[in-house]
Structures are given as structure tokens and as C-alpha cells.
């Protein structure tokens, strides 16, 4: 499974820790490799039903790591990224010697404590072979190791040890990361009871350990077993690590983020500021981190019908990335098109077109001349040069075709680089190669699919106005017919690859196309769409519609 591969390297850390007995402190104590710089990963997040859609920029997120246990173990309180155990206190391999040949029995360190046997030194073994292996995207031969971790945990420190609760977690978190979901629940809670008997509820173990579970809940939207897990790992947190801890943060706001979904928006709101609070006042306010909070915030107002909130929210953001980024970074394209977006749908359509237009010069300096992004910036210019439209059609004709005709070559350049995207990936083949083809690969095509469906169908829409403004004049309707056929015909020619078109918020896109199209031709007829045609198209409408209610509710 390949497209793990680039998930995995970015969520993985090494970790090691001091051997001595003074680790079992009940605070935790840092003690990092030094971590090479970490590529970043781009992606899509749509928002479905408004035909809007932002870039975000995906890193790593800090981890909480709890040293158990003298010898070997960590427990790890997560964010949504795998750590796995590993001791470096020991040589992972077999020593032998002219006395000790052939004799397998307890090796002992400077200090003069045990701390392996043959059965604790095989853990060690598989959990760094099962760790690259993963990071490898080789998932079968991760799990098997992880498996045997676990056994040899049990043989060599016994069925209740915090060892096994280490070797459980690794496993778990590699089933979480699969979405194995009924097989990571049983591991986490397995490692939480073992550490909750070794050390108390109210260890700060625990309390990593039922930050892992709420992590699992939150992610298979069991919210309220979620709520209890986080709450939980709140108190603990709170009371050994401090209220101003950045780690006692991290729960506040995953804690905010369920109590959000579970529509408690008052409680979460103020969670979920109280978390940026903290980091703000240590010194975090403008890390990734503290800046995808305030981000989920300005979520939060929009779809609480707050926009004033949302763009002070997203002013701020852009004025921290200007400030610390300048222009030349896709961060500070990424927020000021966020921002573009809030001031377009609060009709603020002169600074919504300035803010586009200035994301795409830099977007052009940044990357290649047909990169799906610049597409994208050019369906958000053209939509804000189609509303302008509306805006003056009462008030000046030939103004609003300007406006039209503007758009209209912005939505053809989008639907050219959109095709070239697509055509290259089947042209590579990269596309039919399935789930062993890499992640972003993916992900770009079904973006690339995405805007394609956009831009052909806004363009269907502004032939179909601009028909409208024409009345008196004689006006073919085959542009917009045209523009929308080839809608339906893009979404069937890469229908046959599930890998990009089967996801809803590309049928939803498609779904809109067809609508469109069964409208117009109720208005002012087609030439291509009759009879049985249009029948076939009726029932693919219901039957979409049955297939993304699921999605739109989730989304509601």
C-alpha cells in the first residue's frame, strides 16, 4: 500500500529516553532525535454545496510521549499521527561472547539492573523492523511484526506489563492509520486498562493513553465515547501537566472539535479559544498548529452564519503568514484565498477579486504554468467576475457581457489545465494503477476531475446568461449546451476510474451539471436531450442524490 508511504513518513518521530529509574516520573521529560525537516503535504478540503473549496497545508502535529517504564516502553497521547515505541537502551541485536555462547538468559548494563531477555529483545527487534516497514508503506509485513512485538512483549515481561501496553498501542495506531478501525479499538483499550492497573486512573500515562482512544472515537464519529475519553485525559493532563501546558491544549481542543459535532457550539467555542489562548501565550501564536485552530474556528463562524467573526478570524491568520512567510509561500496564498472566499460569499466582491487575482500572480511564480492549483484560482476569478455580472445587468448590458466574456476566457484556461492534468495521469497510467499509486497522485487527479466538472458546468451557467442578456438579439443556445454535455461527458470518461470520480463531492459537482442541463432544456429545449436521454438522466439524479444524502447530512 503504497500511498501510505508519504502519510506515514510524515507522522512517524523517533523517540528516545533515559534507562534509569528516575524515567518513571509522572512528568514526562523530552528527550528527541534530531528530526530531519519534514515535507509538507498539500490538499483539498471542499465545502460541499456552496462550490467552494480551499487549499490547506496538511504537517505534523506535536506529540505528547509519556516515558512508562525504566527499561523499554512509551505510551504516546496523539494527535492523529502513529508513534511507535522504540528502546534504545539496549543494542537491538543479538551479542554472544566466548562465555555467554549458547546460553540464553537475562543481560544486564552499567547499573546493574536487568533489562533483557531473549523473548524482550526480539520486542525490540520487531517494533524498529515493524516502524520501517511501515514507513515503507509495506503494511502487511508491519503488521506481522507488530503482531509478534506484542507476543514476545507478553513471554518476556509478562501479560500486565506496561511493555505489552506499548507494543498494543503501536499496533492500534497502525490500524487506525488503515481505517481498521474494530481492530485498533480493542488494542487501545487493552494498553489503557494495563496502565491504568500499573500506575492509577489518574496517571498522566492514562491520561495519554485515553487520548489515543478519544483520537480513535473521534475519527469513527462515536462522539460520545469520544467526549468521555477526552474529558478525561483533560482532568489528568490538567492536574500533572498545568492548565497553561500546550499538550493539556491539545485535548482542550480535540474535546472543542466533539463537543462542536455533537452541536454543543457555545461549549466548543470557548474551548477551542482557550486553546489558542494558551498557545498564544506561550509563544505558539503563530505555529502551524495554533493556526489550524484559529482556521477551525473561522469554520466554526461561517457555518454558524457569522461572517463578520470569520473574517477578523482569517484577517488575522493572513497577517500572521504575511508577517512571517511573506508572499512568496503557498501558506500565505492558502489564507488569502480563504479570506477571498468569506469576503465573496459577504457579497464584498472588489476585495474578494483583488485578494484571487493576487494568490494567482504568486501562485504563477511559485509553480508550473499548468498546475491544477492555478486552475482553481482561475474558476475563483471568473465566479466573482459572473456575480459582478449580476450585479450590473439591470444597470449596464454591455458591462455585464465584459464581465462574462472576462470570465469566460478565465474558465476555458481552467478547463484546459484541468484536462492536461487528467490526460497525463491516464496517459501514465497512474490513475488505473488503483490504491498502489501514490497518495498525492491521487488526490490530484480527483481535484483536477473536481475543477474540470466546475468550470465546465459555471461555464454552462454563463453561456445560458448570457443568452439571457442577448434575448433581443438572435443567440444559438448551443454554448451552453455544449459546455454542459461535456460536463456529463468528463465525469463518464473518468467515471470507470472509482480511484477519482467516486467521491461526493465529485458527484455532487456532476450532480449539479445534470440538474443544470434538465433545466435548461425545460426552459428552451435542446437538440440532444429527448425521450429515453432524458428519462436515463432523471433516474441518475435520483439515484445520485441517494448515494451523497449520507454525506451532505455528515456535512450538515
Request: aromatic residues 8%.
Amino acid at each position: 500500500m503504497m500511498f501510505l508511504r508519504q502519510a506515514a513518513a510524515n507522522l512517524v518521530r523517533r523517540i528516545r529516553f533515559s534507562t534509569s529509574p528516575t524515567a518513571m516520573s509522572s512528568t514526562p521529560t523530552r528527550s528527541v532525535f534530531p528530526i530531519p525537516s519534514l515535507s509538507r503535504k498539500m490538499k483539498l478540503s471542499y465545502k460541499f454545496g456552496s462550490g467552494d473549496y480551499t487549499w490547506s497545508m496538511n504537517q505534523m502535529n506535536h506529540y505528547l510521549w509519556i516515558v512508562i517504564c525504566g527499561n523499554a516502553a512509551i505510551i504516546l497521547g496523539i494527535n492523529a499521527n502513529p508513534v511507535f515505541a522504540k528502546d534504545i537502551s539496549t543494542e537491538s541485536s543479538f551479542e554472544s561472547s566466548a562465555e555467554g555462547d549458547g546460553i540464553i538468559g537475562l543481560r544486564k548494563v552499567e547499573d546493574g539492573s536487568v533489562i533483557s531477555n531473549i523473548h524482550t529483545s526480539k520486542w525490540r527487534i520487531f517494533t524498529d523492523n515493524g516502524r520501517d516497514f511501515f514507513l515503507q508503506g509495506k503494511i502487511e509485513e508491519a503488521e506481522k511484526l507488530f503482531l509478534s512485538a506484542i507476543q514476545e512483549a507478553r513471554e518476556g515481561f509478562g501479560e500486565r506489563d506496561p511493555h505489552v501496553a506499548s507494543a498494543c498501542n503501536n499496533l492500534a495506531e497502525l490500524y487506525r492509520v488503515t481505517k481498521a478501525f474494530h481492530k485498533a479499538e480493542p488494542l487501545f483499550l487493552e494498553a489503557t486498562d494495563i496502565l491504568e492497573e500499573s500506575f492509577g486512573p489518574e496517571d498522566i500515562r492514562v491520561g495519554a493513553a485515553l487520548h489515543n482512544l478519544g483520537q480513535l472515537y473521534l475519527l469513527q464519529r462515536k462522539l460520545e465515547e469520544a467526549r468521555v475519553c477526552y474529558e478525561r485525559s483533560l482532568k489528568i493532563k490538567g492536574r500533572v501537566l498545568g492548565y497553561g501546558h500546550t499538550d493539556y491544549s491539545d485535548t482542550m481542543y480535540h474535546l472543542g472539535m466533539v463537543l462542536y459535532l455533537q452541536g454543543k457550539e457555545k461549549d466548543s467555542e470557548a474551548l477551542i479559544q482557550d486553546s489558542i489562548r494558551i498557545l498564544e501565550e506561550g509563544g505558539q501564536g503563530e505555529s502551524y498548529v495554533c493556526i489550524k485552530r484559529i482556521r477551525y474556528l473561522a469554520q466554526i463562524y461561517l457555518k454558524s452564519n457569522r461572517p463578520t467573526e470569520a473574517e477578523n478570524v482569517q484577517r488575522k491568520i493572513l497577517h500572521i503568514m504575511e508577517l512571517s512567510k511573506g508572499w512568496n509561500s503557498l501558506d500565505t496564498i492558502i489564507a488569502a484565498e480563504g479570506l477571498a472566499m468569506t469576503l465573496q460569499s459577504a457579497e464584498n466582491l472588489k476585495e474578494a477579486q483583488e485578494l484571487f487575482e493576487r494568490c494567482l500572480d504568486a501562485r504563477k511564480m511559485l509553480l508550473p504554468e499548468d498546475h491544477i492549483q492555478i486552475g482553481a484560482n482561475m474558476l475563483h476569478i471568473a465566479r466573482v467576475a459572473m456575480l459582478n455580472c449580476n450585479r450590473l445587468r439591470k444597470l449596464d448590458i454591455s458591462g455585464a457581457i465584459s464581465e462574462l466574456e472576462k470570465a469566460k476566457d478565465l474558465l476555458e484556461n481552467s478547463i484546459r489545465i484541468a484536462q492536461r492534468v487528467l490526460d497525463k495521469l491516464i496517459k501514465q497510467k497512474v490513475i488505473t494503477k488503483g490504491y498502489g499509486a501514490p497518495g498525492e497522485t491521487r488526490r490530484d487527479g480527483r481535484v483536477a476531475l473536481l475543477i474540470l466538472l466546475q468550470s465546465l458546468d459555471a461555464l454552462g451557467h454563463l453561456e445560458i446568461t448570457k443568452q439571457e442578456l442577448q434575448e433581443s438579439q438572435e443567440h444559438s443556445p448551443v454554448e451552453a449546451e455544449r459546455a454542459l454535455f461535456q460536463c456529463i461527458s468528463a465525469y463518464r470518461e473518468f467515471g470507470a476510474e472509482r480511484l477519482i470520480s467516486d467521491f461526493p463531492e465529485v458527484k455532487g459537482q456532476y450532480l449539479s451539471c445534470l440538474k443544470r442541463l434538465i433545466s435548461y432544456s425545460s426552459t428552451v429545449g435542446t437538440q440532444r436531450l429527448k425521450g429515453e436521454t432524458l428519462q436515463e438522466l432523471e433516474d441518475e439524479i435520483k439515484h445520485l442524490e441517494v448515494e451523497i444524502s449520507p454525506y451532505r447530512k455528515q456535512k450538515n
